[in-house]
């Protein structure tokens, strides 16, 4: 079974290669260190691999954009995306909903050992949501605030996440600055916020 790795740590990739390989189950069939390198492989390979394993931080890239990407791809060829494996060090709830609304297969934490990055992959292949212990407690206490949002929304809290301005949301999402200056009034609504700093605490 095929497995990309998409991460810009040479030593963990590494370690996942060894850990991957040693089942006999798994073949690392390529790892990219930037979403313009994810892109390259996934557009010049015949066929997708099974599984990809994706980090968040890739240098100036954010690994979230990697989803619409794939999406795309795979719309285009017409088939079927692969189960896409988060392995983050980032805890931060709002970008684990973000991962898994955006269609990531699981979340599992960097600080995670080689019984659960094996249990997680066994649970996404097994058709199943996996995400790491100690997050999936947080996300459950936290599930009635995330469902507030629509997904557009949830793009936008992104960008801001990001320190974006107005003009850099529209341009990315390709909408009007009008239209952006609504999705952040119905975000602070449905919050109860009233700045773009206290949205950092989502």
């Keep these: 079974m ?10 963990l990739n590494a370690g996942l290669v060894s850990i991957l390989e040693a089942t006999g189950l798994f073949t690392v069939c390529a790892q990219a260190e930037s979403l313009a390198d994810a892109k390259s492989i996934i557009e010049n390979s ?61 979340y599992l934490s960097k600080t995670g050992g080689k ?32 469902a507030k949002f629509t997904k557009r929304e949830i793009d936008v809290i992104n960008l801001l996440k990001q320190n974006k301005t107005n003009q850099q949301i529209a341009k990315a999402l390709d909408i009007s600055h009008r239209t952006v200056e609504n999705y952040i009034s119905k975000i602070y609504f449905k919050t109860g916020f009233s700045n773009r700093e206290e949205l950092q605490g989502l």
């Design 2 to 11: 095929e497995v990309l790795l998409i991460d810009d740590h040479p030593m």
């Design 46 to 106: 015949e066929t997708l691999p099974s599984l990809i394993i994706l980090d968040l931080l890739l240098g100036e890239d954010n690994g979230l954009d990697f989803f619409p990407m794939l999406e795309k791809h795979c719309n285009t060829r017409k088939i079927p995306k692969p189960p896409v494996l988060v392995c983050s060090a980032l805890g931060d709830l709002f970008k684990i909903q973000t991962a898994l609304k955006l269609g990531a297969a699981g």
């Design 115 to 146: 019984a659960e990055l094996l249990k997680a992959i066994d649970t996404i292949l097994g058709g199943k949501v996996y995400v790491s212990g100690e997050l999936n407690i947080k996300l459950n206490e936290n599930s009635g605030l995330y």
